[in-house]
Antibody
Framework: QVQLVQSGAEVKKPGASVNVSCKASGYTFTAYYIHWVRQAPGQGLEWMGWINPNSGDTNFAQNFQGRVTMTRDTSISTAYVELSRLTSDDTAVYYC????????WGQGTLVTVSS | EIVLTQSPATLSLSPGERATLSCRASQSVSRSLAWFQQKPGQAPRLLIYDASNRATGIPARFSGSGSGTDFTLTISSLEPEDFAVYYCQQRSNWLFGQGTRLEIK
């Protein structure tokens, strides 16, 4: 079955960077975009951007321009999001999701930014 | 940028009742709108795509309608497991609405 499995929880200091991975299985990895969405505690969903695993092309939400990088490794069917210059406002659960319909989603990765 | 506004923010209903959730776009998104359900501690789940198409495995009591700027998610008869938060999202700039919390009355 189609599945996205994300890396484990992270704790980071302000100013650091975090890298979250999303491993795909059950389908052809290069055939579907991967979207990244985050959710701060008690808040709604915030779209971060997408990566085309076939070409490596990316598109980011304006809020994250200059601070986010999305990459992929097609040899292991894995997408990555890196967010730099972290602040406490970046404390959130980070999700990956497949394709234009954003289905399915990974299980989420909690990133905590704290001094 | 296109902004989605969901209403109401909270909807209180009883099992068996009909739920009607609204999503309004600040400009036309044609039919490029999806609905997601999120339960506490879980990832969101796709319910409806392209305004009215049910995703695989979604019960028939869920239906979507609308086009342009006004969209509706209807749950015909609420089951206990339907009480959750619902989000709409459009595919022009991929932004989400702020969500509607559907709670048990």
């Amino acid at each position: 079955q189609v599945q996205l499995v994300q890396s484990g929880a992270e704790v980071k200091k302000p100013g650091a960077s975090v890298n979250v991975s999303c491993k795909a299985s059950g389908y052809t990895f290069t055939a579907y975009y991967i979207h990244w969405v985050r959710q701060a505690p008690g808040q709604g969903l915030e779209w971060m951007g997408w990566i085309n695993p076939n070409s490596g092309d990316t598109n980011f939400a304006q809020n994250f321009q200059g601070r986010v990088t999305m990459t992929r490794d097609t040899s292991i069917s894995t997408a990555y999001v890196e967010l730099s210059r972290l602040t406490s406002d970046d404390t959130a659960v980070y999700y990956c999701a497949r394709g234009g319909n954003l289905s399915p989603w990974g299980q989420g990765t909690l990133v905590t930014v704290s001094s | 940028e296109i902004v989605l506004t969901q209403s109401p923010a909270t909807l209180s209903l009883s099992p068996g009742e009909r739920a009607t959730l609204s999503c309004r776009a600040s400009q036309s998104v044609s039919r490029s709108l999806a609905w997601f359900q999120q339960k506490p501690g879980q990832a969101p789940r796709l319910l409806i795509y392209d305004a009215s198409n049910r995703a695989t495995g979604i019960p028939a009591r869920f239906s979507g309608s609308g086009s342009g700027t006004d969209f509706t998610l209807t749950i015909s008869s609420l089951e206990p497991e339907d009480f959750a938060v619902y989000y709409c999202q459009q595919r022009s700039n991929w932004l989400f609405g702020q969500g509607t919390r559907l709670e048990i009355k």
